[in-house]
Each structure stands twice: as C-alpha cells, then as structure tokens.
C-alpha cells in the first residue's frame, strides 16, 4: 500500500517551499535539466505566485500543465497561459501540452483533485489506466464542468507516476474524504487507481 505523508493545515508558503525544497535538490544532483508537473484551478496559483519568489535556477527547469482546457492561452479558462505568465518572467520554460510532445521524467508532480476523484483531467468517464501506452490524451470529460465545458489536454497515468514523488493539495471536507477513501484503497476513481499504482513518495498538504 501507498504511504502517504499528510500534512493538515499547510500554508500556501508551507507549499510552496515544499515545492521549492524538491526542485533544489533536483537541480543539485546534475546539470540537467529538471521537470515539474503542475495543476491549474484556483487553489495553486496562490501558491505558485510564492513558489516564483524562490531563489532557483529556473532557467533550468521547465513547467508541465498537468492538463489544460483546449482553448487558446489568452483564454480565461487556459490553465497554461496562467502558468506562462507566472513562470516565464523568472526564467523557466513552460510546456504546452499537444498529443506529440515528448514528456520527460519530473522530479515532482503537483496534481489537486475534484470531488468526483479525477486528477489533472482523468475523469472518472475516461477510465484511465496505468498502463495506458499513451503520454498525453485529448479527451472530453463527462459530465462536462459547467465552469469550463472545454475538451481537454492532459498527462495520462503513466506519465504522471513517472516521477521522483507525487504531491496533492487537498481543501475541503468532501474532497479529503474522498482522497482518503481512495488512499485506503475503497474506490476506483482515478485518484484510487493513481495511488495503488504509485511506488515514490506522496505528501497531501491540506
């Protein structure tokens, strides 16, 4: 079974050092580059906004989406045009997700979840696999968010469990009762599935 660290009542700037930590160490064990998978939604961006104040390289590193709405970056509903804005200015090279991008392997992949159990945009109607063959899926979530009825773009299961560790920022009590359901292994959501499936390290800030 999954160990997962939990830690209640994370600040933002808990977080975002967290997040710094690890990308430190990353950039600290070799010249290469080093990668990082992100959320969109309201939740991180706070958070990111601190994370861009940290003292890194970040030249060398470069920013997944995790998924993205298929819309073009200045819409409102783009997740990457959000994280561009954020992380460019600094320094850091921010990827777009289309089916032929090359993924690399992350030194972390931050994912929030919805209150149906998906992550990134694996939707429970997605049946998502770990060993799907696929890096990266177009596909249409169902029922379609009614805040963003978009297709969307996102990092399949194989990609975001290829990674030094998983992260979670889980707010609210009816999401942490269905993370925690999941982490007991007691569903099938895609966030059950993604965490059977995990062998790094994961930590839940909440």
Not at 37 to 60: C, H, N, Y
Not at 106 to 131: E, K, R, Y
Not at 166 to 185: C, H, N, P, S
């Amino acid at each position: 079974m999954t160990q997962i660290d939990i830690i209640e009542n994370a600040s933002d700037i808990a977080i975002a050092g967290f997040i710094e930590t690890a990308l430190g160490c990353a950039l600290a064990a070799g010249p290469e580059p080093v990668a990082i998978s992100v959320p969109g939604g309201s939740t991180p961006f706070p958070i990111m906004e601190k994370l861009v104040q940290a003292d890194l390289d970040w030249s060398r590193v470069t920013v997944w989406p995790g998924d993205d709405r298929v819309v073009p970056e200045d819409h409102e509903a783009s997740n990457t045009g959000k994280i561009r804005a954020l992380f460019e200015p600094v320094g850091a090279h921010v990827a777009t997700l289309t089916v032929m991008e090359q993924v690399p392997h992350f030194a972390l992949v931050w994912l929030g979840m919805g209150a149906d159990g998906h992550i990134a945009s694996l939707f429970p109607n997605t049946d998502p696999q770990a060993n799907d063959p696929a890096p990266i899926r177009r596909l249409t979530p169902d029922p379609l968010p009614p805040e963003a009825p978009f297709d969307r773009v996102t990092l399949t299961m194989p990609s975001l469990l290829d990674s030094d560790a998983l992260m979670f920022v889980i707010r609210g009590e009816d999401k942490r009762a269905v993370f925690d359901t999941a982490a007991r292994g007691e569903s099938d959501l895609p966030v059950a599935r993604l965490l059977k499936a995990a062998g790094q390290k994961v930590t839940c800030f909440t």
